[in-house]
């Protein structure tokens, strides 16, 4: 945690000199999700070291409308890195293609990443350090983790990655002190967007869990469209409230909000016509921890709003649900 007495600008100096001193003149590698944690490691090695460092971002193609996009262009134009994008769609898409089991589904995702990242990691020459973004609540985590059995997370404990045969790094673990509200300060601090800092929790295997049964491109392409409109139109409403309460997390506001495909057609009309298309479910939670979760109040006509947003600009989508469940006992996830 933070000392008493300490700036952010203060910490930012130590962390810096921490990390430039720690890496000399070797070259880090960092697996570069998108998410918060290993962004601000990103930034920080970027002011440490810059292009000593290479972020490997590892393009699953899972993310959601817009991300890679951003990723690339926040660590290309704003941090003076050594970025990689890695363009695994395809080789991802192979290997899910009529894969209905969650947790196989996570498997394959979780292996499929050490394998795109260690097959780049081995081609550069003379990396001496894994950069990590594990922060204080990882490593108290991973020693008893109980997660129903979805701990296949990227960043599992130290001697959980698993190094090829023959291949090793030192760990730079240089958030491994901090809390996630620290993380993010620090974050805001070196400089990253809001987008990044204030991103809501997302799980690693991406959309791929918020496809009930087979992922497919058109499946994919339904959910991305649908869940751009939930964020956009969610987005603006939790800003309304920070701007009326001054909190981020107020009482009303939403932990994680986003959409769901299931795996099932309904019927509608649309002007004159028959459509048989797809539903979208809406899940928007309050929490704080992800332990438990509330099903956000919405207020009716912003859900009406989604609503028909939904169903007039995206194809394949005549039908939209929300979830009212909380957790448990379901969970926040559909998968
Ligand atoms: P559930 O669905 O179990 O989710 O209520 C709790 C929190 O964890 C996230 N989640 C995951 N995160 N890999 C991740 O990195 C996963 O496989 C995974 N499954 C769920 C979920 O988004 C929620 O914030």
């Known amino acids: 945690g ?3 007495n300490w700036t952010m600008d203060n910490l930012v100096e130590t962390l ?5 001193e720690k890496v000399g003149s070797d070259r880090v590698i960092l697996a570069l999700s998108g998410g918060v944690d290993s962004s601000v490691v990103a930034a920080l090695g970027a002011r440490a070291v810059g292009k ?3 972020c490997v971002f590892v393009n699953h193609g899972l993310l959601r409308k817009g991300e890679p996009e951003q990723v690339e262009d926040v660590f290309t134009k704003q941090f003076d890195v050594d970025f990689i994008h890695v363009h695994a769609e395809e080789r991802y898409a192979k290997l ?3 894969v209905t089991d969650p947790e196989q589904k996570r498997r394959i995702i979780g292996t499929q990443f050490w394998e795109e990242f260690f097959t780049v990691a081995q081609q550069l020459d003379g990396v001496k350090y894994l950069a990590q973004g594990t922060i204080y609540p990882d490593i108290i985590e991973s020693g008893a983790r109980k997660t129903g ?3 296949a997370t990227i960043k599992s404990h130290h001697n959980l990655i698993p190094f090829p045969e023959g291949v090793h790094f030192d760990l730079i673990e240089p958030l491994d002190h901090f809390f996630k509200d620290e993380v993010r300060a620090l974050g805001t601090a070196l400089g990253l967007p809001d987008h990044i800092v204030h991103r809501q929790p997302f799980p690693g295997p991406g959309l791929a869990i918020r496809i009930i049964g087979a992922v497919s491109p058109e499946k994919l392409e339904i959910l991305k469209n649908a869940d751009a409109i939930v964020r956009e139109e969610l987005d603006a409403y939790n800003q309304r409230l920070f701007e009326e309460t001054g909190e981020r997390n107020s009482e009303h506001s939403c932990w994680q909000y986003f959409a769901v495909l299931p795996d099932i057609k309904s019927v509608g009309v649309m002007g004159d016509e028959r459509t048989y298309q797809r539903p979208i479910i ?3 939670v309050e929490s704080s921890d992800a332990m438990t979760a509330d099903w956000a109040k919405l207020p009716y006509d912003l859900l009406a709003k989604i609503s028909s947003r939904i169903v007039a600009e995206v194809p394949g989508a005549n039908r939209v649900c929300y979830d009212i469940t909380p957790k448990p006992p379901a969970t926040i996830e559909w998968e």
């Open 96 to 98: 899910l293609d009529g």
């Open 52 to 54: 000593q460092m290479t």
């Open 282 to 284: 809406l899940r928007a």
């Open 149 to 151: 059995g979805k701990a």
């Open 2 to 4: 933070l000392e008493p």
């Open 16 to 20: 810096t000199a921490d990390f430039r």
